[in-house]
């Protein structure tokens, strides 16, 4: 099992930054993709960004290239999600995501493990 835990949401103004940490504990070795998925209000849960934890390959939506950043720290068990830029549209209940799987489209069901979310809020 993993348990992952976020924190470092908020609210700020738009062009602002913020930064999310996902914490992860447990039998971490076993997952070769996380990430991070967003869902705002009445919306479908998206994939904002993912990295392989072997080679730390990264993917990102197009909608947040080149304004966010997923890294990872292995000796601290914690994934990053630096978010630059930020837009009214960024606003959503941000989640981290761990899979047993290689990081491929990303979908959320493909996705074995949770955080609780964290929220973030852009205002304009």
């Known amino acids: 099992q993993v348990q992952l835990v976020e924190s470092g949401g908020g609210s700020v103004q738009a062009g602002g930054s913020l930064r999310l940490s996902c914490a992860a504990f447990?039998?971490?070795?076993?997952?070769?993709?996380m990430g991070w998925f967003r869902q705002a209000p009445g919306k479908e849960r998206e994939g904002a960004a993912f990295i392989s934890t072997g080679d730390s390959t990264t993917y990102y939506a197009d909608s947040v290239k080149g304004r966010f950043t997923i890294s990872q720290d292995n000796a601290k068990n914690t994934l990053y999600l630096q978010m630059n830029s930020l837009k009214p549209e960024d606003t959503a209940m941000y989640y981290c995501?761990?899979?047993?799987?290689?990081?491929?489209?990303?979908?959320?069901?493909?996705?074995?493990?949770w955080g609780q979310g964290t929220q973030v809020t852009v205002s304009s």
């Open positions: 995501a761990a899979s047993y799987f290689p990081c491929g489209i990303q979908l959320p069901e493909d996705f074995n493990f």
């Open positions: 447990g039998y971490t070795y076993s997952t070769y993709c």
